[in-house]
């Protein structure tokens, strides 16, 4: 499994743009990224997931570089419910476990 | 499509006593299923994973007489603490998936807060 490093927190407000970057170096070849949203004391929302060059869906886009050592996930003009903890998980494809790292804390403010 | 429930979302029990947490998917069927643990202002880690028909495999510094894990069908998965210890209180959560070619990404259930007293 890919380790992830994410930034710990960020900071923006309402109407912003957002880009959250996450580090994966040791990226497989067979690996894909999945974006994950997670509020207090629930479970995590699937956001978007890739494998390379850019996917956007409805309500955020993911880019990725030619190398897939990094990705980042974009998220257009954000509202203070978009206030949440943010996971960048890289796994094989395939049914695998999942392993999470520390997440980006987003603060949206008005 | 791709809903994971939970139930109950939220328990309190005595100490010493056990607590089934259940995990359904919805409108899929679910070979595999995973079950975490969360901390308040923690990431989520992996306790076990719940193979349909078959003994779950469970994390390491994970007891697996204390979490017990049954999944009997393939939408059902059961986690059941036993011998609850306040220690044991924090936010369970499930996850599933369709686990086809193409579509690898999980859902996760909303999550059942135990509380040991």
């Known amino acids: 499994l890919a380790k992830t490093t994410q930034p710990i927190s960020m900071d923006s407000y309402e109407g912003q743009e957002v880009n959250i970057t996450c580090s994966h170096n040791?990226?497989?070849?067979?690996?894909?990224i999945t974006w994950y949203q997670q509020f207090p004391s629930q479970g995590p929302r699937f956001i978007i997931q890739?494998?390379?060059t850019k996917v956007t869906n409805e309500v955020a886009s993911l880019f990725i570089p030619a190398d897939r050592k990094s990705s980042t996930l974009s998220l257009p003009r954000v509202s203070l419910s978009d206030t949440a903890v943010y996971y960048c998980?890289?796994?094989?494809?395939?049914?695998?476990?999942?392993?999470f790292g520390t997440g980006t804390r987003l603060l949206v403010s008005p | 499509g791709a809903v994971v429930s939970q139930h109950p979302s939220w328990v309190i029990c005595k100490s010493g006593t056990s607590v089934k947490i259940e995990c359904r998917s919805l409108?899929?069927?679910?070979?595999?299923m995973f079950w975490y643990r969360q901390f308040p202002k923690q990431s989520l880690m992996l306790m076990a994973t719940?193979?349909?028909?078959?003994?779950?495999?469970?994390e390491q510094g994970v007891e697996k007489d204390k979490f017990l894990i049954n999944h009997a069908s393939l939408t059902l998965s059961t986690l059941t603490v036993t011998s609850a210890h306040p220690e044991d209180s924090s936010l369970y959560i499930c996850?599933?998936?369709?686990?086809?070619?193409?579509?690898?990404?999980?859902?996760f259930g909303p999550g059942t807060r135990l509380t040991v007293t």
């Open positions: 719940s193979n349909e028909g078959s003994k779950a495999t469970y």
């Open positions: 998980l890289v796994a094989t494809t395939g049914f695998q476990k999942l392993v």
């Open positions: 409108d899929f069927q679910a070979t595999t």
């Open positions: 040791n990226i497989a070849t067979n690996d894909y």
């Open positions: 996850s599933a998936g369709p686990g086809r070619e193409g579509m690898w990404e999980q859902y």
């Open positions: 890739g494998y390379k």
